[in-house]
């Protein structure tokens, strides 16, 4: 029986450490409790919470809180080559990108460090450093929330796109992911060091063939080096996306802004990174009140203590505008604005 709590703070469900309210508040552990839970509060209107680390609170939350805490590890596959590791929604997926280097298992290396918990990885198809979900992913399992009953869903089924899925669009509030299967490989690893500054600090540490570990340590000092710890300074991690723009407007642009860094993108479109563009325009290591632009990465909204989840909205609209004025590119939140 999982007992419900009223006006419950979330402060320390949330990374920004923004102060904010739930009318109600519950936690699972088990798949049977979630099915209770839902069982038992259907037509309620219900909040699915994680690790989050993807969300900017602007306001109390005026229903009923579930915090999915499902926790396990566990090959369900495997050969000689290659293992499918099944994790359990609840999982810090750093703390399994480790479990993964650890036993040798190769392809999540790229992505050490990334806020959150499991269940939200092919919400949001999330990447870093030349990988995506979608690289490694074989399916998820999900509730769904009128029904309670469990279904898996394949690749292709979630129709990933960049920082995209079918659970933000047309599944988005119908079902709760519950776990997550990856495929990893065991032996004749792929080893992606080309993107950001993965080869640079690799040869700084002097090394020359590296290892998974060798890659998950090198982005971990990368993104450490970058972005603040959220238990020492609120914050959700990369705030903004990239965008991707038409080849033909990346063109006119580079004439005037020739220093402008830029990644194809594949159809005659081109990958800006936001951070740059921010930079650009004055904001890094700026502050108004409590809510500022982290020091080290424009891309990065931070709460210095006591900032609202408005006035952290305020500055992310301050920083869109300014940028498509001085750019004309649209930026767009990759943090779930409440």
């Given amino acids: 029986m999982c007992t419900i709590q009223h006006n419950y703070s979330l402060k320390n469900c949330n990374t920004f450490g923004i102060q904010a309210y739930a009318t109600e508040f519950t936690a699972v552990q088990t798949i049977d409790e979630l099915a209770q839970v839902l069982k038992e509060n259907q037509g309620k209107k219900l909040f699915i919470l ?23 590890i566990e090959p369900i596959w495997e050969d000689n080559n290659t293992v499918h590791l099944k994790a359990m929604a609840g999982e810090n997926w750093h703390s399994f990108v480790q479990y993964c280097i650890e036993h040798n298992y190769g392809g999540v290396e790229n992505l050490s460090l990334i806020p959150g918990n499991v269940g939200a990885t092919p919400i949001q198809n999330i990447g870093a450093y030349g990988r995506e979900i979608k690289d490694v992913f074989i399916c998820c399992e999900a509730m769904d929330i009128e029904t309670q009953q469990l279904k898996t869903f394949t690749k292709a089924d979630c129709a990933f796109g960049y920082r995209e899925s079918v659970f933000k669009g047309s599944l988005k509030g119908k079902y709760i992911i519950t776990s997550v299967t990856y495929q990893l490989t065991k032996t004749n690893h792929t080893i992606n060091t080309a993107y950001g500054d993965i080869a640079a600090e690799l040869t700084e540490k002097g090394i020359t063939l590296p290892t998974i570990k060798d890659v998950g340590n090198a982005v971990t000092a990368i993104r450490q080096s970058k972005l603040p710890d959220p238990k020492e300074l609120g914050n959700s991690g990369s705030f903004f996306k990239n965008p991707v723009i038409p080849a033909s407007q990346f063109e006119k642009l580079h004439l005037l ?51 609202t989840g408005h006035q952290l909205l305020q500055l992310s609209q301050k920083i869109q505008q300014t940028v498509f004025e001085k750019f004309g590119i649209a930026i767009e939140a990759e943090v779930n604005i409440i």
């Fill in 50 to 72: 994680g690790g989050g680390s993807n969300m900017l609170l602007t306001k109390n939350i005026d229903a009923l809180v579930i915090k999915i805490n499902l926790l396990g």
């Fill in 257 to 307: 802004h020739p220093q402008m860094p830029h990644y194809s993108a594949g159809d005659n479109q081109v990958k800006v990174p936001a951070g740059w563009l921010i930079e650009q325009c004055g904001f890094k290591g700026s502050r108004f009140g409590d809510a500022g632009v982290h020091a080290k990465q424009a891309l990065v909204l931070v709460n210095y203590g006591n900032a």
